[in-house]
């Protein structure tokens, strides 16, 4: 150190005396129990609490997760975003929130992957873990898969928004429900008729929620890919992360042979899900972020087979 430095350093007081110095105090004395078995559970404690609960949980809980796709990659680590709930009756205080978390650590440790049958077999230890004749979890997550460019060949990851929600009831069994958002190209037909050339186009957003039948088998299919593949298939033109000049021109003119209103998309996508066995009710909403206004353009539809409505 030099002379200045010398002169400028400071004596600081010791890190215990800091904390005294910025509010921290002495413990108290310690009157409560703190063995387990002597402490008091509120949660677990029986009167008429006026009304039962539908729900209640715990939500934003982010662990890692292994998924697996027919698409490559075939396996991948991602990051899941949880939520966990029970109902619980009215002679019941509370829940035991702990054994949420419990319970996704346990599976953790054991290296489980985020597929149906799994989240079946969750749920349901989940409710016997809880003692409750129910529980429902919830999963959201990046999923990625690879694309390759039309022409070129230049393979690059896109992603998507990924949802699985798993509801167990001792009486009823289960009830899937699926969610997947893709990216899409629209091009406006409207811009195309009565432009005398070109025509302008926007990146859409094609939102799905599908009920799975309860004897759909992931092995076969992956629902994710049908998902995406619905939702793509009856684009203007499909999202791409490398594209070289004649990949460009593919995708460009593909674009304008396929323009789509946000009403054709919902209607196309939702034909597509008709179609698929294993999808029993389903919701299509599109968003296109319009490239010459400064409002977005949306759409939904809902459809449910068993009432063919």
């Known amino acids: 150190m030099n002379n200045t430095e010398l002169k400028n350093k400071k004596t600081l007081p010791s890190k215990a005396e800091r904390h005294k110095l910025f509010g921290s105090v002495e413990p108290g004395p310690k009157t409560k129990p703190v063995d387990k078995e002597k402490m008091v559970d509120l949660q677990n404690s029986k ?9 209640v949980g715990i939500a934003n809980v982010k ?22 709930t029970s109902r619980i009756d009215k002679d019941s205080k509370g829940t035991n929130m702990s054994r949420f978390t419990e319970q996704l650590d346990a ?3 054991n290296n489980y992957s985020i597929d ?21 979890m919830e999963v959201n997550f990046p999923w990625f898969f690879e694309r390759k460019g039309p022409s070129s060949g230049l393979a690059g990851l896109n992603h ?40 302008h186009n926007q990146r859409g957003r ?5 009920v799975l039948s309860e004897d759909f088998d992931e092995n076969e299919t992956d629902w994710k890919e049908a998902l995406l593949e619905a ?52 919701t299509i909403s599109c968003k296109n972020e319009e490239s010459i206004h400064l409002h977005d353009a949306v ?7 068993n009432t063919d409505a």
Not at 72 to 81: A, E, K, L, R, V
Not at 116 to 136: E, N, S
Not at 299 to 305: E, G, V
């Open 116 to 136: 149906i049958d799994t989240l079946k077999r969750f749920t349901k230890d989940l409710a016997i873990r809880l003692k409750q004749k129910d529980a429902q």
């Open 160 to 199: 998507a928004d990924a949802g699985i929600k798993v509801t167990y009831d001792q009486d009823k069994g289960h009830h899937i429900e699926v969610t997947l958002a893709g990216t899409i190209t629209t091009l406006c037909p409207c811009s195309k008729e009565i432009s005398e050339y070109s025509a």
């Open 63 to 84: 662990n890692p997760i292994n998924i697996t796709s027919h698409l490559i990659p075939n396996n991948q680590t991602t990051i899941g975003t949880f939520r966990f």
């Open 299 to 305: 759409a939904t539809l809902s459809f449910d087979k």
């Open 231 to 282: 939702a793509e298939s009856n684009a203007s033109a499909r999202i791409h992360p490398v594209l070289k000049r004649p990949d460009e021109k593919i995708v460009t003119e593909q674009a304008y042979e396929n323009p789509r209103f946000v009403e054709d998309i919902v209607r196309l996508v939702a034909a597509d899900l008709y179609e698929l066995p294993f999808v029993e009710k389903f």
């Open 206 to 210: 094609v939102e799905m929620t599908a």
């Open 47 to 55: 009167k008429d609490f006026l009304f039962d609960i539908d729900a």
């Open 107 to 109: 599976y953790y440790k």
